[in-house]
């Protein structure tokens, strides 16, 4: 699915109203899958963990006649970030999947360990605040250390741009453009476009659209295909959220949906905000 693509990503509601890294309240990468521009600041830690429930469906047919075929995955997603400046954080994400596939009443197991494992960095070039858009870009290398049925021959780059913005006192948007690499020179285009609103000083929703579109050299055709998602998220404190969300797609004859829950943690954020 997509979201194995563009793994290290984020939104959260005040992506537009937030003056700076240091923010009062947490600005986490979930739910959802754009990539917000701050970062946690220096000296700060944020966790960032979900546990997904994915499911596709589709029909093939043959001579002997029409199968039909479910595909379910069960994963936890899990980003670390640290940030060593104000405006630069590193950060590391992981996943671990079980992937299963029905055809008819048959169920097998296709693979399951870790699927996905990064290495990179975000920075803040302008921090924004109103109606000024904030920008930053992420640059990460997906590591080739999983297990056998998900591991690429190669390390391979993926890099990705993002602005958010106010629209209105509770409205936010936030706009992703990035580039993903696979092997056998694959890449594909990367874009994101997710709109947020604060319901209240603890709660907010958002909804998405994002996906990618193959432009490698020998593509069969670019495509697009787009995925929605949408969920809600809700601040315990100042540094932890608790999120759910939910996806659905139906490209190329599948028809795939996911669900969502996770949290957010920061450890070390200052109590006093530092001079701007």
């Known amino acids: 699915m997509m979201r194995q693509s563009i793994f290290i990503v984020s939104f959260v509601i005040v992506t537009g109203a937030a003056s700076a890294q240091y923010t009062e309240s ?3 990468g979930r739910p959802g899958q754009a990539i917000a521009s701050q970062t946690p600041g220096k000296g700060v830690f944020q966790l960032e963990t979900g546990f997904d429930r994915s499911a596709s469906s589709w029909t093939e047919s043959n001579p002997l006649g029409t199968s039909t075929f479910d595909s379910v995955s069960v994963l936890n997603a899990t980003l670390l970030r640290f940030g060593i400046l104000n405006k630069l954080e590193i950060h590391s994400g992981w996943e671990f999947r079980d992937d299963k596939l029905s055809v008819g009443d048959k169920v097998d197991k296709i693979a ?9 960095i975000r920075h803040n070039l302008i921090e924004g605040g109103g ?78 659209l994002y996906g990618g579109v193959d432009v490698s050299a020998d593509a069969a055709g670019d495509q697009f295909n787009p995925y929605f998602d949408g969920g809600f998220g809700y601040f315990v404190n100042n540094d932890l959220q608790l999120d759910v969300l939910g996806g659905y797609a139906a490209n190329n004859d599948v028809e795939e949906y996911f669900v969502s829950v996770g949290l957010s943690w920061r450890l070390n954020h200052p109590k006093e905000m530092p001079a701007q």
Do not use: C, R
């Not at 399951?112 to 990179?120: K, L, P, V, W």
């Not at 591991?151 to 209105?168: R, V």
């Not at 993903?180 to 929703?205: C, E, M, P, Q, R």
């Open 26 to 28: 947490i600005i986490s």
């Open 112 to 120: 399951s360990g870790m699927s996905f494992a990064s290495f990179g």
């Open 131 to 208: 109606k000024k858009p904030s920008l930053a870009y992420q640059v990460s290398a997906k590591l080739n250390i999983l297990a056998d049925e998900y591991n690429a021959e190669n390390i391979l780059p993926h890099f990705m741009f993002t602005s958010g913005m106010s629209l209105t006192d509770n409205l936010g948007i936030t706009l992703n453009s990035g580039m993903d690499f696979g092997d056998h020179d694959a890449y594909a285009w990367l874009y994101i476009v997710n709109f947020g609103y604060s319901l209240s000083d603890k709660l907010f929703t958002f909804a998405e």
